[in-house]
């Protein structure tokens, strides 16, 4: 993802939802197509779960909402602006697989990147960035792993670490690519912990998930699909009333 400073962004649209996808198609370069004509909608602070075996269009869904991808046809906007207008305001996690833990960093610098869209080209983390990236560790348990290299962790760690480097960035729409998949109890345990959090503050969830037992009650809507095909949306189950200090319509850009 490229930092971009503050002249690119663009207010969201007020009362609009946080997300509209419509009819969004999606095509590899070699042709494949993964996704097709997907329509959901997730108006702010609900959380949405999107299931669906390997291979369904889950993670290639994610990516076009965090502008990885573009559309070879529809239309995906966030908070009323096209992607990439409001960068800062969506975190998205990759599913732990796609991400090259060899790369050469530390915890807490693979955290603070999660910074780096507030900062802007070469910009310096502020003292006030550091904290948010020392107390997103110790939320989730991995201050003490703050100088350890990301490819010297377990695979709970690991998902602990780009769950952190997610809430560094304050985003309003979090995407997450199946952030508790094959982890151990006490990280799931973590991890659900804090996505409930998030969403009890008012943020719009958006995640991959193969967990069964938990998307049924916590989710707002689940979106199946299949072979890049929607097959079935559940009805929509509201949410609880948003808190008085919901996020969709002050937040205060720090930069
Ligand atoms: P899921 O996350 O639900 O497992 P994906 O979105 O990863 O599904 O994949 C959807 C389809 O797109 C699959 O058929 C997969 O093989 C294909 N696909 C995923 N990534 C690529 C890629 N980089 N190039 C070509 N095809 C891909
Ligand atoms: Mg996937």
């Given at each position: 993802m490229i930092p971009y400073g503050r002249h690119l962004h663009h207010d969201a649209v007020p009362g609009v939802a946080a997300l509209e996808v419509s009819d969004l198609t999606v095509a590899y370069?070699?042709?494949?197509?993964?996704?097709?004509?997907v329509t959901l909608r997730v108006p702010a602070g609900q959380r949405l779960a999107l299931v669906g075996p390997?291979?369904?269009g889950k993670s290639t869904l994610l990516k076009a909402v965090a502008g990885l991808l573009n559309p070879a046809a529809g239309r995906v906007r966030i908070y009323g602006q096209p992607?990439?207008?409001?960068?800062?305001?969506v975190a998205y996690l990759a599913?732990?697989?796609?991400?090259?833990?060899?790369?050469?960093?530390?915890v807490r610098r693979l955290v603070l990147t999660g910074r780096y869209v507030h900062l802007g080209w070469l910009r310096r983390p502020r003292p006030a960035d550091r904290r948010i990236a020392e107390d997103v560790m110790q939320r989730l348990g991995i201050a003490h792993l703050a100088?350890?290299?990301?490819?010297?962790?377990?695979g709970g760690q690991q998902q602990r670490v780009l769950l952190a480097r997610a809430l560094a960035q304050e985003a309003e729409l979090l995407l997450l690519d199946?952030?508790?998949?094959?982890?151990d109890v006490d990280t799931r345990q973590v991890l659900t912990g804090v996505l409930d959090e998030l969403q009890s503050l008012g943020r719009t969830l958006v995640v991959a998930t193969h967990d069964h037992a938990r998307r049924d009650a916590q989710y707002n809507q689940i979106v199946y699909l299949r072979e890049g095909c929607q097959v079935h949306l559940s009805p929509e189950r509201p949410s609880d009333p948003p808190p008085a200090h919901s996020l969709e319509h002050n937040h205060a850009h720090p930069a």
């Open positions: 370069p070699d042709g494949r197509t993964a996704l097709r004509e390997n291979g369904a992607v990439g207008h409001c960068r800062h305001r599913q732990k697989g796609e991400v090259d833990w060899r790369f050469p960093i530390s100088d350890r290299q990301i490819g010297a962790l377990s199946e952030p508790t998949t094959a982890v």
